[in-house]
């Protein structure tokens, strides 16, 4: 049925925002021009803007708004009285019964499609003013789930009316100054997914943390989609390289983390629109809602709806759990990100470290100190101070008035896509969204320091630490012959970095994602039975849950962290070294300690290549293995390259090597580089038969300033000793150069030195290195230097040929 007051949904398009505001033109410009591409969006209709003002006309319902506005600007009463008069004037109001008779018309139509008496569908309030400013603070306005029959569906309509002068939306729209009487509302009245017996959640065509614009993020939780977007659940999160969704052979999921999933919100018995929230079972908390096919099919269609707008967007899916069926029921403009300029990047940097109260999914790259203001109730926010750090359990729009005051934000629930989190990001205030136990660890007035510039996982820390916050300026770049890469610890920090116009990763420590994200020695789960400690087993039973075999859980982690950093930097080289951790290093992983021998040297002990092919460490190797191959050959990140450290002799070289191949990583196949560090004397010394077993040398100036000056790195005692720029070690670095140039293998550096010294990189450049990998809040300056350097060797011989 389609009349002035009604349009089905699929007749309306993103040309009708003032007719049926911006969440319906974008469902039926959806459904007229995506469903031949496959993507699937419920059908329904819409009310609209006419037949909202035809409502509050035939009430006479705006005279006594204009009243109410009035009394309240002139502080005759406050904006709760406010909302509250003016809502109840739509609530008591009538349909005028051309408008009624509309709506039951266009309900009996989807009831008949159905071939039902009566069908379920979502009642949601769409703005006509949702193309302004405003779209950014999305669920302003009211939704009604599982409504059935026609007389609900018309409640529920006349509720999505009064909730366009929620207190929150009467604030807004009075900072803002928008006119009350120019904004009017349509309601999308659209079929039920049964994702309350599946599942639903919340998906953006970018990373919403870094702006980095080749991946897909995808939250997801049990049940109807509520929880997720107002972030009272740890959902999962899925992200998936977009470059590689057309290859049909490769699985390009490049994370998978499984989220606590605590609640669920399903229909409710007793009648329309009832819902009740329940705890999820056992089962369902250690599932994956989505399968990888799934994944992989919500991210092509995040790819064709991106394609179709010509703009990053910000979706919510759901999954029928009757069908089997995957839908898109909403979609709607990314509108942090996607806004950001990549002229510079603000990188911050505590200088300090402090005692770790709670942890959580970091929202931001920011750092903020301050006291705490614990806040359990939305009645409670009068009592918020300004610049204060705002803990509670999660947010919804009622707490933007004082989200917008607060200097960082931190909440017990909620995952990357939760409000809290939307919110944060546009406000540019620092977040820490699912610590699970932030408000009762966190005392109100405690000065606390929140940071979120240390990857995924932010940090609160007890006292007001020191920390600095710097610009990297990105323009007019030179270009260098000499390749320059940057050096990645963790998956974030490859994210993070994403815009900085490297050649590659340098080096990517494989050892970050091993301590930091899998946490448990590799030997630990391929030898489970032998672990005794009680606590270890619990924590390796915890970590590993939904694995039926624990070793799957190591390669899937690491080859999804190797992958990620990899991701950002695709096609261009990204090498990755295998583990380096030393024996007393890897004790200290999860049940660590009963696999490693005691060593009373542990930098010259069982670290790097001889522990590949050790018996202790072996079959760990082998998953480490597995784990490459999974990232190149599977996700197909094949731009990694694989670098072996610490290797001492030519001999032990061919040891890891026939190791790797047997595990499947075969130095040529596939087009597999394997590099190997240059570190030891005698990697220098015998640089012609390193170099006809590998691809490639990079330097770790560190390793090799220490073992050529006999000075342990780390001792305070030596400090004054410890210099890359001693000329021993200058003289055995120019000599490895050239060498290396002479038998045609690529060699560069990883280390610390021209990270820390612009004369080291300008005494590498004038050797000839082919590359150079620095800190990423280096790369900038050490760019500009290298490339003077670069301009002084090519204009002095013209000046020589000249005379």
């Known amino acids: ?460 820390y007890e006292g007001r630490l020191a920390f600095e916050e710097v610009e990297i300026d990105l323009r007019d770049l030179p270009h260098t012959q000499t390749q320059m890469m940057v050096n990645i610890a963790s998956p974030a920090a490859a994210f993070r970095w994403w815009r900085l116009p490297a050649a590659g990763i340098g080096l990517a420590r494989m050892e970050f994602i091993i301590n930091n994200v899998i946490k448990i020695h590799p030997m630990a789960l391929v030898h489970f039975e032998k672990v005794e400690d009680e606590a270890a087993r619990r924590t390796i039973t915890e970590l590993t849950r939904g694995y039926s075999d624990k070793t799957d859980y190591f390669v899937d982690t690491l080859a999804r962290g190797v992958a990620k950093i990899a991701a950002p930097s695709h096609p261009d080289p990204v090498i990755v070294r295998m583990s380096d951790f030393k024996s007393n290093e890897y004790a200290h992983l999860v049940g660590g300690a009963g696999f490693e021998p005691q060593e009373e040297n542990p930098m010259l002990g069982l670290r790097g290549a001889s522990r590949y092919y050790s018996p202790r460490y072996r079959e760990g190797f082998a998953l480490e293995c597995r784990a490459i191959r999974k990232a190149r050959e599977e996700i197909g990140l094949d731009n990694v390259i694989v670098m072996v450290p610490f290797c001492r002799t030519p001999k032990e070289a061919d040891q890891v090597l026939a190791v790797m191949a047997e595990n499947g990583l075969k130095r040529g196949e596939n087009g597999l580089q394997v590099y190997v560090m240059c570190e030891i004397p005698s990697n220098v010394v015998l640089a012609e038969e390193f170099a006809a077993r590998f691809d490639g040398f990079s330097i770790g100036s560190n390793d090799l300033t220490q073992l050529l000056l006999g000075v342990d790195r780390d001792s305070a005692e030596l400090a004054p000793l410890f210099d890359e720029r001693d000329e021993t070690v200058k003289r055995m670095i120019a000599d490895v150069i050239r060498r290396a140039r002479a038998t045609g293998t690529k060699i560069g550096i990883c280390g610390q030195a021209p990270s820390d010294h612009a004369d080291f990189a300008a005494f590498l450049v004038g050797e000839g290195i082919d590359s150079i990998s620095l800190n990423p809040d280096s790369f900038v300056a050490t760019v500009r230097t290298v490339a003077e350097v670069e301009a002084r060797r090519t204009a002095v011989p013209r000046q020589a040929g000249m005379r």
């Not at 969440?23 to 819409?46: C, D, H, T, Y």
């Not at 309900?107 to 379920?120: G, M, N």
């Not at 614009?213 to 998936?240: C, F, M």
Request: glycine share 10%; aromatic share 6%; proline share 3%.
């Open 1 to 460: 049925m389609t009349n002035e007051f009604v349009l089905p949904l699929q007749e309306a398009s993103s040309s009708d925002v003032a007719k049926v505001g911006g969440k319906n033109a974008s469902l039926g410009e959806m459904i007229r021009s995506l469903a031949r591409r496959g993507v699937r969006v419920p059908g329904g209709f819409a009310t609209t803007a006419a037949a909202y003002r035809a409502y509050v006309a035939e009430n006479g319902i705006e005279a006594g708004i204009r009243g109410e506005l009035d009394a309240y600007k002139a502080g005759r009463q406050t904006l709760h009285e406010t909302g509250q008069a003016v809502r109840r004037m739509f609530l008591d109001g009538a349909f005028p019964d051309p408008i009624a008779a509309a709506i039951r018309g266009a309900y009996a139509d989807l009831c008949r499609e159905a071939k039902r008496d009566a069908v379920a569908v979502a009642v949601r309030s769409s703005a006509t003013a949702e193309d302004l400013p405003e779209a950014s603070f999305a669920g302003q306005q009211e939704t009604f789930l599982n409504v059935r029959g026609e007389g609900d569906v018309l409640d529920a309509c006349r509720r999505c009316y009064a909730s366009l002068f929620t207190d929150r939306a009467i604030s807004y729209r009075e900072t803002k100054g928008f006119d009350h009487m120019q904004v009017a509302l349509s309601v999308g009245v659209q079929l039920m997914v049964r994702s309350d017996i599946a599942g639903s959640g919340v998906m953006f065509s970018l990373d919403t943390e870094t702006g980095f614009p080749r991946a897909v993020v995808i939250s997801g939780a049990w049940g109807l989609g509520e929880t997720v977007v107002q972030g009272t659940v740890n959902p999962d999160k899925y992200v998936v390289f977009k470059p590689l969704l057309d290859r049909p052979e490769l699985t390009p999921i490049i994370e998978k983390t499984l989220g606590e999933k605590a609640i669920k919100l399903i229909y409710a018995e007793g009648g329309s629109g009832r819902t009740k929230q329940v705890r999820t079972r056992v089962a369902e908390r250690r599932s994956f809602v989505l399968s990888d096919a799934e994944i992989l099919q919500l991210a092509r269609w995040a790819v064709e709806i991106e394609q179709h707008y010509g703009r990053p967007m910000d979706m919510e899916w759901a999954k029928d759990g009757e069908t089997g069926e995957l839908a898109i029921v909403q979609a709607r403009p990314e509108t942090v990100q996607a806004l950001k300029h990549g002229d510079a990047i603000k990188a911050c940097r505590l200088k300090e470290k402090g005692t770790l109260l709670v942890s959580g999914a970091a929202i931001g790259e920011a750092i903020a100190a301050g006291e705490v203001c614990v806040i359990r109730d939305v009645e409670e926010i009068d009592r918020f101070r300004p610049g204060s750090i705002l803990v509670t359990e999660a947010t919804d729009p009622d707490w933007v008035p004082i989200m917008k005051s607060a200097a960082g934000i931190i909440t017990d629930h909620g995952g990357t896509t939760s409000h809290a989190a939307i919110v944060s990001r546009e406000l540019g205030v620092p977040a820490i969204v699912g610590t699970r136990t932030g408000t009762a660890t966190l005392q109100d007035g405690q000065a606390v320091t929140l940071s979120c510039a240390e990857g995924d996982e932010g940090h609160v």
